[in-house]
């Protein structure tokens, strides 16, 4: 069965820091890979997702994250953060077999002043 | 369009109490879907759909109904409420497969006493 694990629960950074969020998976098959953000209360939004292709992946906001194979790893980074990028991240898997999406636990991103 | 929609927003039952949470999409998404979100432990699928007519189990199932009679709506019946279903149920959707963005609604906060 796949699982998911973000490292860290939360993040504190200063504002224009740079910040990585990490996310390792389990899977016996390949998958697909998806960072996804959540506003305060609001609903999750599409970050970027690797399907396939090359292994550094951009999206929205300046964030972009690199698919290692081996070391079975997605992490999610930005070279300078913003106060608005505070939220909550899920890194999130699907494996091809059954279509279903795996959510980590989550990590929160604290930009501070 | 209006996306994803989902109410009510806020809802409190008591134990053993029955109630449907509603969610409707007007994208002509194929692919819908319930999660629950509880802090620590990230969303988890109860279940999905994958047209009308069509439905199936996720990671944590039990306690929960769906049906999928129109491509439209996909509403969550909780049977007979129990404390440990407290928490914030997000409906979403998508075109096709789980590869494609998944477009969330804004949550259902659930309290069960």
């Known amino acids: 069965a796949q699982s998911v694990t973000q490292l860290d629960s939360q993040v504190p950074v200063f504002e224009e820091a740079p910040v990585e969020l990490r996310c390792n998976y389990s899977?016996?098959?390949?998958?697909?890979l998806f960072w996804y953000v959540q506003y305060p209360n609001q609903g999750l939004q599409l970050l970027l997702k690797?399907?396939?292709?090359?292994?550094l992946v951009k999206g929205i906001n300046g964030f972009e994250a690199e698919f290692n194979k081996s070391q079975t790893s997605f992490h999610l980074r930005k070279p300078s953060v913003h106060i608005s990028d505070t939220a909550e991240y899920f890194c999130?898997?699907?494996?091809?077999?059954?279509?279903?999406?795996?959510f980590g636990q989550g990590t929160t991103l604290q930009v501070k002043p | 369009n209006a996306g994803v929609t989902q109410t009510p927003k806020f809802q409190v039952l008591k134990t053993g109490q029955s109630m449907t949470l509603q969610c409707a999409q007007d994208?002509?998404?194929?692919?819908m879907s319930w999660y629950r979100q509880d802090p620590g432990m990230g969303l988890r699928l109860i279940h999905y759909?994958?047209?009308?007519?069509?439905?199936d189990q996720g990671e944590v199932p039990n306690g929960y109904n769906v049906s999928r009679s129109t491509t439209e709506d996909f509403p969550l019946r909780l049977l007979s409420a129990a404390p440990s279903q407290t928490s914030v149920y997000f409906c979403?959707?998508?075109?096709?497969?789980?590869?494609?963005?998944?477009?969330f609604g804004p949550g259902t906060r659930l309290t069960v006493t």
């Open positions: 979403a959707s998508s075109y096709s497969t789980f590869s494609y963005e998944q477009y």
């Open positions: 899977s016996s098959v390949s998958v697909y």
């Open positions: 690797y399907l396939s292709g090359s292994t």
């Open positions: 999130a898997v699907s494996e091809l077999d059954t279509g279903k999406l795996i």
């Open positions: 994208m002509n998404h194929e692919y």
């Open positions: 759909s994958v047209g009308a007519g069509i439905t």
